[in-house]
């Protein structure tokens, strides 16, 4: 069977397909329910624009479902206009309200009333699995409501003949992640920016005063928030729902908070999710963990509740993309729809939207919280996914350190290298590689300045304490450098011996790669070079064959839509202004393309789409015509290396010209910028899981061969660790080859390219939607072993 569950549409008719999926004479009725979340707002932008262009009508329904049973001008027509400069907004612009008279069959009278008045039977819900639940329970009732609605003369029994059927599909927003059957809810990246925001300003001040912090994080009855900040901050301890602490916690946590003060930090930090419980189901507070800190150990210790500060600022890069990919998914599933299919959720896996079952992810969401009230905890964390009992394993193995007397030594030296330009999350991957060696027995060393100071020697055993606190700090503490291995070949093998190295973890970008392929040539001659070699992908460019992602990237794709928010924002109270903006990536366009997305820009520019000057020439008309609107501002992205002669400079006086009198331009080159600053949450956790499983496989090799006395000569034993689609694999950097184009350092097929129509789309360009982001509706996964979501 092929995408969207439809046997006998094939492959290569999707476009067509499309094309005759027409929106035509349909209404779409979008509304948000429940607690607001950031992104949204990109959800509503991305229906209504994605509704219009295929040719029905879309309607705000304001103030979620009080707004449909209260009817009148709650219910209102929108338009492209309408969602104009509201992809950088928090909360939601058509509002949200908990609505009681929705729960009562009169209450759902009203809303189907009002509904039909207006022709909308397809209804595009976006909040939590509540409000889900009530839109299946309304879709359900329908017909008997209309048949009532024309037995009392509200409607004529025509009306219930044509609107006899109601399509409903779901997106869920919440920044608790409590939702099975997604990797990421709309708002969860968001929340966890506003979090990691607030642990690093902590981090600086307590420091200064040798503190212990106990942070309050939101989440209801999910411990996602928690765990995932724990994580991303390497917080010394966390109380979680799904999994608490084993009886007598409080002798255990004073003891790790007593060591840590003696190995000389100055700052614990204890995480607590807002429902967290002891084994016999007990809240467990943040001021009964601070007055047990200050009554045990005397410790000078604060509270800081972060509320609603969570829900609040601008969404996330990440976000913006995934609520537009949702939005524009959701509008196809309901011209899609039968009176057959049931209610669907769109949601994520991996890097892929796909539609569920909207009732099975609402019984397993309820199976967790039955789980968690019959003291089942072990069940509950696995029914959260595979991802999430994934985080809370490689957290208790990287925040708790065992007795040296519990570690069995496995006699293996193990090197970390970091390979490239710097990337924000590099930090957090050595902190995860060298913490999960330690507890696994290996020997672990530092290689310091790339390939050139490995050559030099500049290689040293790193403990436990060394990576205390490196989960937040940008760019490279081991130093990088783009230098590749091939004339150092005999110093580093010379390293390699003096050190005993029996297994190489490097992470970095395209030259880490090219680098593993050298090293990987070279074991003919030195047979130092025969041990496990695995990569982990770190650039901010993400253009490293063998992975969708790289560390990195997400922080870069923050400092672009950021920039591109505040680029917009200057020119609200000028003229009529277009900002030509260039961003890094080399030939790859990930960055150019994705940071388009997140900023609602107008075109991008990638080496990847080629394009000439009759391209250039109906983009300024398109801007042209757009300022004859009330937006009248306009943004292009473009690549720095995506033609060689339409330089940023060409494009810049190219629209100043044609532009005259009509608008005039301004260019910003973004540079360097987006290689620094504080890792995003995204990169911190992908950082540390991705390089906690490199070290897992490392450890594996090693121990297959103990004792046999073997070389590694397999390709199997040289690898580049990337997660595709929605799985981690190592592949061999030998069959790597085949799927690499090396002049422009790029993969020779890249997954985020599909997404380019959904840009154009949304920008209102005439382009043709391939519907090859969709997935047939299938049965509930727990989530890939590692998504792509944090």
């Keep these: ?17 499309l094309e005759q999926l027409s929106g035509a004479g349909k209404a779409i009725g979008v509304l948000t329910s429940g607690g607001d979340a950031q992104g949204m707002n990109a959800a509503v932008r991305a229906v209504v624009r994605m509704g219009i ?37 928090g909360g939601t612009i058509i509002g949200s309200a908990r609505c009681k008279a929705f729960r009562t069959r009169e209450g759902r009278l009203k809303a189907a009333h009002n509904l039909v008045q207006l022709g909308i039977t397809n209804l595009c819900v976006i909040g939590g699995d509540g409000s889900l639940t009530g839109a299946n329970i309304f879709r359900g009732e329908w017909s008997t409501l209309l048949e009532e609605l024309a037995r009392d003369g509200k409607i004529s029994k025509e009306d219930v003949q044509k609107h006899g059927h109601l399509n409903i599909v779901g997106m869920v927003g919440s920044i608790d992640n409590d939702f099975c059957g997604t990797d990421m809810t709309i708002g969860t990246d968001s929340a966890l920016h506003r979090i990691i925001e607030v642990v690093d300003a902590i981090m600086t001040t307590a420091q200064s005063h040798q503190r212990t912090f106990v942070l309050e994080v939101m989440g209801r009855h999910c411990g996602y928030l928690a765990l995932v900040s724990a994580l991303a901050c390497g917080a010394d301890w966390v109380f979680l729902p799904e999994s608490p602490p084993e009886e007598g916690w409080q002798e255990t946590m004073c003891i790790k ?46 509270v800081t509740i972060l509320g609603h500060v969570q829900r609040g600022g601008t969404p996330s890069a990440f976000d913006r993309i995934l609520a537009s990919r949702m939005g524009v998914e959701a509008v196809v599933a309901l011209l899609q729809a039968t009176p057959e299919t049931p209610a669907c959720v769109v949601s994520l896996n991996g890097n892929q939207a796909v539609r569920l079952p909207l009732m099975e992810c609402v019984q397993m969401t309820q199976g967790v919280q039955k789980a968690m009230d019959e003291r089942r905890f072990s069940n509950a964390v696995q029914l959260r996914g595979r991802s999430f009992e994934g985080n809370l394993n490689i957290y208790k193995q990287l925040a708790i350190k065992k007795p040296d007397s519990q570690i069995t030594k496995s006699g293996f030296n193990v090197a970390v290298i970091n390979v490239g330009a710097p990337a924000a999350g590099m930090n957090a991957a050595v902190r995860s590689a060298v913490r999960v060696g330690i507890s696994e027995g290996h020997k672990m060393f530092a290689v310091y300045d790339g390939f050139e100071g490995f050559a030099r020697g500049q290689v040293k055993e790193i403990g ?50 090219l680098g593993l392929l050298e090293l990987s040539a070279a074991r003919g001659k030195h047979e130092e070079f025969c041990v496990p070699m695995v990569m982990v992908p770190a650039t901010v460019s993400n253009n490293v064959p063998g992975s969708d992602f790289s560390i990195g990237a997400d922080t870069a794709l923050n400092t672009i839509t950021d920039t591109c928010d505040r680029i917009k924002q200057s020119a609200s109270g000028t003229k009529r202004r277009v900002f030509i903006i260039e961003t890094m990536g080399g030939y790859c366009g990930y960055l150019a393309n994705m940071g388009a997305l997140a900023a609602g820009a107008d075109a991008a520019y990638i080496f990847e789409e080629p394009f000439d000057i009759r391209d250039l020439q109906s983009n300024v008309e398109h801007l042209t015509e757009k300022m004859k609107t009330c937006i009248q501002r306009g943004l292009v992205v473009r690549n720095e290396n995506c033609n060689e002669n339409y330089t940023t400079d060409f494009i810049y006086q190219l629209y100043s010209e044609e532009g005259k009198g009509v608008f005039d ?20 956790n ?28 397999n390709d199997d034993s040289v690898c580049v660790l990337g997660i595709c689609q929605r799985n981690l694999l190592f592949q061999p950097v030998a069959e790597l080859k085949e799927k690499t184009d090396f002049e422009h350092r790029i993969p020779k097929e890249q997954w985020w390219l599909k997404l380019r129509p959904l840009m154009k789309i949304l920008a209102k360009y005439k382009a043709s939607y391939e519907v090859s982001d969709m997935s047939q509706m299938e049965h509930v996964h727990t989530g890939p072993e590692e998504p792509a979501a944090i």
Excluded at 282 to 301: A, C, F
């Design 1 to 17: 069977m092929d995408h969207n569950g439809d046997p006998s549409v094939p492959r290569t008719s999707f476009r067509k397909f």
């Design 53 to 89: 262009y295929t040719g029905a009508k879309v309607y705000f329904i304001y103030e979620g479902y009080q707004g449909m049973v209260d009817g009148g001008n709650n219910i209102v027509e929108a338009n492209w206009e309408s969602v104009s400069s509201i992809l950088q907004v």
């Design 257 to 302: 908070l007593s060591e840590n003060r003696a190995r000389k930090k100055r700052l614990n930090i204890i995480i607590v999710s807002e429902g967290a419980i002891d084994t016999q189901n007990k809240p467990i507070t943040s001021e009964q963990i601070k007055e047990l800190v200050v009554k045990q150990l005397g410790y000078d210790t604060r």
């Design 464 to 513: 436990w304490s060394d990576v205390g606190g490196w989960t937040g700090q940008g760019g490279s503490i081991l130093g990088t450098k783009r230098i590749l291995p091939g004339k150092y070949l005999e110093d580093i093998a010379a390293q390699m011996r003096t050190h005993s190295i029996n297994a190489l973890l490097i992470i970095g970008g395209f030259e880490g790669y």
């Design 665 to 684: 331009c301004r260019k910003n080159v973004l540079g360097h910028m987006q290689q620094g600053g504080a890792p995003s949450p995204f990169d911190r």
């Design 686 to 713: 992908f950082g540390t899981k991705i390089s906690a499983r490199a070290m897992q496989w490392i450890t594996g090799k090693l121990k297959e061969a103990q004792g046999k006395g073997r070389k590694f000569v």
